[in-house]
Protein backbone atom coordinates (compact mmCIF):
# COMPACT_ATOMS: atom_id res chain seq x y z
CA UNK A 1 0.00 0.00 0.00
CA UNK A 2 0.77 3.68 -0.07
CA UNK A 3 0.32 5.99 2.27
CA UNK A 4 -1.50 8.90 1.18
CA UNK A 5 -1.87 12.88 2.87
CA UNK A 6 -4.55 15.38 1.67
CA UNK A 7 -4.13 18.72 2.37
CA UNK A 8 -5.99 22.25 0.83
CA UNK A 9 -9.11 22.46 2.63
CA UNK A 10 -10.64 25.07 4.38
CA UNK A 11 -13.69 27.36 4.30
CA UNK A 12 -14.72 29.57 1.73
CA UNK A 13 -17.95 31.11 0.46
CA UNK A 14 -20.12 30.09 -2.50
CA UNK A 15 -18.58 30.78 -6.02
CA UNK A 16 -14.63 30.51 -4.44
CA UNK A 17 -12.34 27.98 -5.12
CA UNK A 18 -10.00 25.41 -3.60
CA UNK A 19 -6.98 23.28 -4.47
CA UNK A 20 -7.02 19.92 -2.94
CA UNK A 21 -3.02 18.22 -2.94
CA UNK A 22 -2.88 14.35 -2.49
CA UNK A 23 0.83 13.47 -1.75
CA UNK A 24 1.69 9.94 -2.28
CA UNK A 25 4.77 8.01 -0.47
CA UNK A 26 7.10 5.80 -2.03
CA UNK A 27 8.35 5.58 -5.99
CA UNK A 28 5.32 3.80 -7.77
CA UNK A 29 2.92 6.72 -7.87
CA UNK A 30 2.82 7.35 -11.46
CA UNK A 31 2.09 3.38 -12.19
CA UNK A 32 -1.85 3.88 -10.55
CA UNK A 33 -4.72 5.84 -11.21
CA UNK A 34 -6.46 7.73 -8.82
CA UNK A 35 -9.34 9.13 -7.30
CA UNK A 36 -10.84 11.62 -5.02
CA UNK A 37 -14.04 10.82 -2.70
CA UNK A 38 -16.36 12.73 -0.68
CA UNK A 39 -18.60 12.42 2.22
CA UNK A 40 -21.06 14.69 3.58
CA UNK A 41 -22.29 14.52 6.86
CA UNK A 42 -24.98 11.78 7.07
CA UNK A 43 -23.98 10.62 3.50
CA UNK A 44 -21.91 7.44 1.98
CA UNK A 45 -18.61 8.40 0.33
CA UNK A 46 -19.06 9.38 -2.64
CA UNK A 47 -16.97 9.31 -6.44
CA UNK A 48 -15.88 12.99 -7.32
CA UNK A 49 -13.32 12.39 -9.99
CA UNK A 50 -10.54 10.40 -11.27
CA UNK A 51 -7.48 10.50 -13.01
CA UNK A 52 -5.68 7.81 -15.42
CA UNK A 53 -1.76 6.67 -14.22
CA UNK A 54 -0.55 9.06 -16.56
CA UNK A 55 -2.79 11.69 -16.32
CA UNK A 56 -4.39 11.78 -20.48
CA UNK A 57 -7.81 10.53 -19.11
CA UNK A 58 -9.91 11.95 -16.71
CA UNK A 59 -13.63 11.27 -15.39
CA UNK A 60 -15.60 13.28 -12.97
CA UNK A 61 -19.44 12.57 -11.21
CA UNK A 62 -21.87 15.28 -12.79
CA UNK A 63 -22.34 17.05 -9.98
CA UNK A 64 -18.78 18.77 -10.13
CA UNK A 65 -18.29 18.39 -13.91
CA UNK A 66 -17.45 21.69 -15.45
CA UNK A 67 -16.34 23.18 -12.25
CA UNK A 68 -13.84 20.45 -10.92
CA UNK A 69 -10.31 19.60 -12.60
CA UNK A 70 -8.31 16.54 -11.69
CA UNK A 71 -4.80 16.75 -12.24
CA UNK A 72 -1.28 14.80 -11.41
CA UNK A 73 1.95 15.68 -11.11
CA UNK A 74 3.96 12.31 -11.34
CA UNK A 75 7.36 13.60 -10.57
CA UNK A 76 6.10 14.94 -7.27
CA UNK A 77 4.27 11.96 -6.42
CA UNK A 78 1.03 14.27 -6.08
CA UNK A 79 -2.77 14.68 -7.26
CA UNK A 80 -4.85 17.55 -7.30
CA UNK A 81 -8.02 18.53 -7.54
CA UNK A 82 -9.51 22.27 -8.55
CA UNK A 83 -12.71 23.24 -7.24
CA UNK A 84 -14.59 26.16 -9.05
CA UNK A 85 -17.54 27.71 -8.38
CA UNK A 86 -17.67 26.07 -5.20
CA UNK A 87 -21.66 25.26 -3.88
CA UNK A 88 -22.57 24.72 -0.46
CA UNK A 89 -23.56 21.39 -1.19
CA UNK A 90 -19.84 21.02 -2.10
CA UNK A 91 -19.28 20.76 2.00
CA UNK A 92 -18.04 17.61 2.72
CA UNK A 93 -14.42 15.76 3.50
CA UNK A 94 -12.50 15.18 0.64
CA UNK A 95 -10.25 11.66 0.39
CA UNK A 96 -7.54 11.02 -1.81
CA UNK A 97 -7.36 7.06 -3.17
CA UNK A 98 -5.22 5.14 -4.92
CA UNK A 99 -6.54 2.28 -7.56
CA UNK A 100 -3.96 -0.70 -7.39
CA UNK A 101 -4.17 -1.81 -10.98
CA UNK A 102 -0.94 -1.16 -12.45
CA UNK A 103 -1.82 1.34 -15.93
CA UNK A 104 -4.97 1.44 -14.28
CA UNK A 105 -7.45 4.20 -16.63
CA UNK A 106 -8.79 6.30 -14.23
CA UNK A 107 -12.39 4.47 -14.71
CA UNK A 108 -13.21 3.30 -11.35
CA UNK A 109 -15.81 4.96 -9.37
CA UNK A 110 -16.38 2.41 -6.46
CA UNK A 111 -14.95 2.33 -3.11
CA UNK A 112 -13.72 -0.87 -3.39
CA UNK A 113 -11.70 -0.32 -6.63
CA UNK A 114 -9.34 1.87 -4.70
CA UNK A 115 -7.03 0.62 -1.68
CA UNK A 116 -5.39 3.06 -0.26
CA UNK A 117 -7.28 6.21 0.97
CA UNK A 118 -5.65 9.28 3.05
CA UNK A 119 -7.74 10.93 6.35
CA UNK A 120 -9.20 13.55 4.63
CA UNK A 121 -9.61 16.88 4.41
CA UNK A 122 -12.54 19.39 5.01
CA UNK A 123 -13.72 21.78 2.71
CA UNK A 124 -16.95 23.94 3.81
CA UNK A 125 -18.75 26.12 1.70
CA UNK A 126 -21.04 29.21 3.00
CA UNK A 127 -24.05 30.39 1.62
Known amino acids: QVQLVESGGGLVQAGDSLRLSCAASGRTFSSYAMGWFRQAPGKEREFVAAISWSGGRQYYADSVKGRFTISRDNPKNTAYLQMNSLKPEDTAVYYC????????????????????WGQGTQVTVSS
Open 97 to 116: ARDPTVGGAGTARTLRAYDS
